[in-house]
């Protein structure tokens, strides 16, 4: 099968991906953003049997964004007269909206990684994206999603009700260091974007109620965004958290999730989300809101804690639960491992992504 990837986001996902439909024989053609492969791994590997076309990213109101990279994206596509078109959902990207009369002439399928906006500043999408999104969601029905709750969402939509929706998991994320090395986790880590939706509040009213306790803890916060700054000065006050306001980059990452001894995640809404599947790439369990379909990878008891959104109480006692119960701790480490190597593991994803492209196939024939 020839497999045209689209993806200028999630530039991470869509390499595994694609070395995984490459592993099975098909003929891969991978279109990729490069201001965001450049901060998701540093540079794109060198991918044997894969082509791989690096479009330079312009700011939207350069006219060379319409004028070079939608004519480069459309040349590449006609060129390669693929069986199949998957596209990864993105926004912003003005110029790709200018490929969809190409995009609709192959069989194509859409990974919407996201149904409906989180709360908080990524609800704020403007009118111009929503046009770009509703578009494509309508041109498009064939659809990935990586979570049943998530099709439930989509289905919910106007645009979701007659699409036809694969639920296929979201591989996981994430390089381990080649050698060997042994748990050493110390901390507790909330990593990513710091929007209202990740709980970042509820996170510190957790950590208050460990000191009244007198528990000692380690605590990291590594990332950037529009929710940081009312919680900075608070922050700084707490000896036992160390702060890195900063984008993280690449070659960071690994030491930060391997320190840890589990990955926070206490949204107060969401649908699912990479960092989940990052914390499991290194084999790190996940405490997590019961919310969107986090729980369809983060296993109550088996690879992580799940607890009511909004409750600092319980993710505190979750906290707790892993500082003094290491036997427990190691189970649930072992437990994440094995999840990774399988129904994880983007082997297993291939196989299902196949199935979602034959069914676009035939329904393309229809």
């Known amino acids: 099968m020839k497999i045209a990837i689209v993806s200028l986001h999630f530039a991470e996902y869509a390499i595994l991906l694609a070395q995984a439909l490459s592993n099975r024989n098909h003929k891969i053609l991978l279109l990729l953003d490069s201001d965001n492969t450049q901060a998701e791994l540093g540079k794109p590997p060198f991918m044997p049997g894969i082509e791989t076309i690096i479009i330079r990213r312009r700011p939207l109101k350069d006219p060379r964004s319409i004028l070079f990279n939608a004519p480069k994206v459309i040349s590449a596509i006609v060129k390669f007269q693929p069986d199949i078109i998957h596209v990864q959902e993105t926004l912003p990207h003005d110029y790709l909206f200018l490929t969809l009369p190409i995009i609709k002439l192959f069989p194509a399928i859409l990974t919407i990684h996201d149904p409906v906006p989180h709360s908080g500043q990524d609800s704020n999408i403007g009118l111009r994206k929503s046009f770009y999104q509703k578009s494509f969601r309508k041109a498009i029905q064939n659809v990935i999603v990586h979570g049943e709750k998530l099709c439930q969402v989509y289905r919910s939509t106007s645009t979701g009700r007659k699409a036809n929706i694969s639920v296929i998991p979201h591989g996981v994320l994430g390089k381990r260091p080649s050698t060997k090395q042994a748990s050493i986790g110390e901390s507790f880590l909330f990593f990513g974007r710091m929007e209202a939706y990740k709980g970042l509040g509820i996170f510190l009213d957790a950590l208050d109620l460990l000191d009244a306790k007198k528990i000692k803890y380690k605590a990291v916060i590594a990332g950037r965004g529009s929710d940081l700054e009312q919680y900075r000065e608070r922050i700084q006050k707490n000896a036992a958290i160390k702060l890195r306001d900063e984008f993280i980059p690449v070659e960071d990452i690994p030491s930060l999730f391997l320190g840890a001894k589990a990955v926070v995640l206490p949204y107060l809404d969401g649908t699912q989300s990479g960092v989940t599947s990052m914390a499991f790439g290194f ?26 959104s909004k409750n600092a109480t319980a993710l505190a006692i979750a906290i707790e639960k892993l500082i003094g119960d290491q036997p427990f701790l190691s189970r649930l480490e072992e437990n994440v491992k094995n999840a990774a190597e399988h129904e994880f593991s983007w082997s297993a994803i291939a196989v299902q992504t196949e199935f979602a492209y034959l069914g676009a196939i035939n329904a393309n024939k229809e």
């Open 283 to 308: 084999g790190r369990p996940v405490i997590a809101s019961n919310v969107g379909s986090l729980p369809e990878m983060v296993q109550d008891g088996k690879t992580g804690l799940l607890i009511p």
